[in-house]
């Protein structure tokens, strides 16, 4: 069974050690990020800050390590990914409800003030406080279809917010969308605080025709329960914490930014359009939620993993039965750097699996294909693979001009976000397909070898 809501996943987290409190007075201006960063780097737990000056908790590094990920989804290391991939075969459609604990408070007109909650300052060097965590829900202007996604918001004021949405992610392209029929405002709303397979599920790699409560669903193993949003046309989940319903301005916008984002760098401040908060609901005595963007690894990296991992080995599959693995490390930003291992049918495989890789939604700067044997998530052995089964006169591509990975640095700054441009380099590390190849120097049987002796000596 799914979590039924935030809560219950807390209290998950708590008896597992894996949750705790702090009660001194916290300043959210200059030490949530210094705790967060803290938290990370340490693979701590998740933290509540109860006394933070704001009349709700702060709840964050809920997604802080990747056994609080299998805790989300109520699985192991061995089934992590078959129970993943099962759930995005077996999608599950929402419910509807009219009556909703998101909604047991509903803020409007001159009660709408987002400085009542705890939105933390995580740098002195960002432009201001942001709601990092928060889960946008929008829907296709022209389809109805909607979309769940992870996309970042400045307070500008007690009821104004500005956002960064990439044109290419589903949000940004609703948007433009509803610029393009003439329409001069956007709706939708953020949601904080969910059963976490939510979160999860904003990161899985989808088509745009798809529904993502129906993945959400499957993901759960039972159906998303919704409620309409009060002053919105949009659906949002019943269980929710807080839930920010909002009115983009297409014709009024603010100088947004900076921010320190998921590729460990900062991205300048720039023009963008504004968000009116049009309501505020939530529960009674609710708990806000806060994420530290920056450089990796942090909670959005571990966020993004699994999800990224098991829907980009999904669609691979499709083409390229053969594929095994494929591992996207946070390290990388999850999605610049990827390793994939198969076994190559034929000559130059590995090359169409490479080319396949780049002209993806993941976007990656760096692709290695290697053999089976080879361990994508152990970068010693995916080394020695470089090292010992690559020329790189023959066995490395160079792709110049594709569309650029979001918010990459190393990309020319004077380019509009739908025009960024940017190379990307592939390695086939498989050993040569249909030629010798000396056998590998290894003490067959070692990992079934019985010694006590080791065992006890841990």
Not at 155 to 171: C, D, E, Y
Not at 434 to 453: I, N, S
Request: aromatic fraction near 8%; proline fraction near 8%.
């Amino acid at each position: 069974m799914a979590y039924k809501d935030f809560r219950e996943f807390l209290d998950a987290l708590k008896r597992e050690g894996d949750l705790i409190e702090v009660s001194r007075a916290v300043d959210l201006d200059s030490e949530i990020g210094k705790a967060l960063k803290q938290v990370y780097v340490k693979k701590g737990p998740a933290v509540v800050f109860t006394n933070t000056g704001k009349p709700h908790p702060l709840v964050a590094g809920i997604y802080g390590t990747r056994s609080k990920a299998l805790l989300a989804f109520q699985a192991t290391e061995e089934n992590i990914l078959k129970k993943v991939l099962h759930g995005l075969d077996k999608p599950i459609p929402p419910t509807i409800t009219a009556n909703a604990l998101c909604q047991e408070v509903i803020l409007l007109d001159d009660k709408i003030n987002i400085d009542d909650f705890p939105v933390p300052t995580y740098s002195p060097n960002d432009g201001g406080p942001f709601i990092t965590p928060g889960i946008t829900v929008s829907k296709d202007p022209v389809t109805g279809i909607p979309d769940i996604g992870h996309y970042r918001y400045q307070v500008m004021g007690k009821n104004i917010l500005s956002f960064l949405a990439q044109p290419f992610h589903r949000f940004g392209k609703n948007l433009n969308k509803a610029k393009e029929m003439g329409r001069d405002h956007f709706e939708g709303a953020i949601v904080i605080g969910v059963d976490p397979v939510l979160a999860y599920t904003c990161q899985v790699q989808v088509t745009d025709e798809t529904n993502d409560w129906n993945v959400a669903g499957g993901l759960r193993g039972e159906p998303v329960e919704l409620v309409k949003c009060v002053t919105v046309d949009v659906e949002v989940p019943s269980t929710a914490e807080v839930v920010i319903e909002f009115v983009v301005d297409f014709n009024t916008k603010v100088m947004e930014g900076p921010l320190g984002e998921y590729t460990g760098y900062y991205t300048p401040a720039s023009e963008k359009p504004i968000a009116r908060i049009t309501a505020i609901t939530h529960r009674k005595n609710p708990y806000f939620q806060g994420l530290l963007t920056g450089k990796p690894v942090t909670e959005n990296h571990i966020l993004k993993q699994i999800p990224f991992e098991a829907s980009f080995l999904k669609k691979m599959k499709e083409q390229f039965p053969t594929i095994q693995e494929i591992a996207v490390p946070p390290s990388g930003g999850v999605s610049f750097y990827t390793v994939i291992s198969m076994k190559p049918r034929y000559g130059g495989e590995a090359r169409q699996v490479i080319l396949a890789a780049m002209s993806s939604n993941i976007r990656p700067k760096w692709v290695i294909v290697v053999d089976p044997d080879i361990d994508v998530h152990d970068s010693t052995e995916v080394e020695w693979a470089l090292s010992f089964r690559v020329q790189p006169a023959k066995d490395v591509i160079i792709v110049d001009k594709i569309p650029s990975g979001p918010l990459d640095p190393s990309v020319e700054e004077n380019s509009t976000l739908g025009n960024r441009k940017m190379s990307a380099i592939g390695i086939d590390a498989t050993r040569p397909f249909g030629e010798d190849f000396p056998v590998v120097a290894d003490v067959p049987g070692w990992r079934e070898y019985d010694f006590p002796e080791l065992k006890r000596n841990k």
